[in-house]
């Protein structure tokens, strides 16, 4: 069975910082491709950023290059998403998802449950 768990989110000031983090179990972690997506009230889920399996190619939308970084630790079967200059437009549900089925951007075929990102002004 095929578990996502994020953690990390929480509640923090424009400007400050919050790390989250995706255990994975019951795949081949480090032979797929890891990404972060958010979901805003009222919003359509985003891509936020991937990370290829093998040379770990990174790829983040605009509106958080600069600001994010996606990381990943094949020994722990962990992904991580560093947030940097938090903006309240970054205030969403976060999902971590597994296995990309076609593009990087694109859909995945495994999800986790979320984590909720608050960002006040």
């Known amino acids: 069975q095929v578990q996502l768990v994020e953690s990390g989110g929480g509640l923090v000031q424009a400007g400050g910082s919050l790390r989250l983090s995706c255990a994975v179990s019951?795949?081949?972690?480090?032979?797929?491709?890891m990404a972060w997506f958010r979901q805003a009230p009222g919003k359509e889920r985003e891509f936020v950023a991937a990370?290829?399996?093998?040379?770990?190619?990174?790829y983040y939308s605009d509106s958080v290059k600069g600001r994010f970084t996606i990381s990943r630790d094949n020994a722990q079967n962990t992904v991580y998403l560093q947030m940097n200059s938090l903006k309240p437009e970054d205030t969403a549900v976060y999902y971590c998802?597994?296995?990309?089925?076609?593009?990087?951007?694109?859909?995945?075929?495994?999800w986790g449950q979320g984590t909720h990102v608050a960002v006040s002004s």
């Open positions: 998802a597994a296995y990309r089925i076609r593009t990087v951007t694109g859909n995945y075929k495994y």
């Open positions: 019951g795949l081949s972690f480090n032979t797929k491709t």
């Open positions: 990370i290829t399996s093998g040379d770990s190619t990174t």
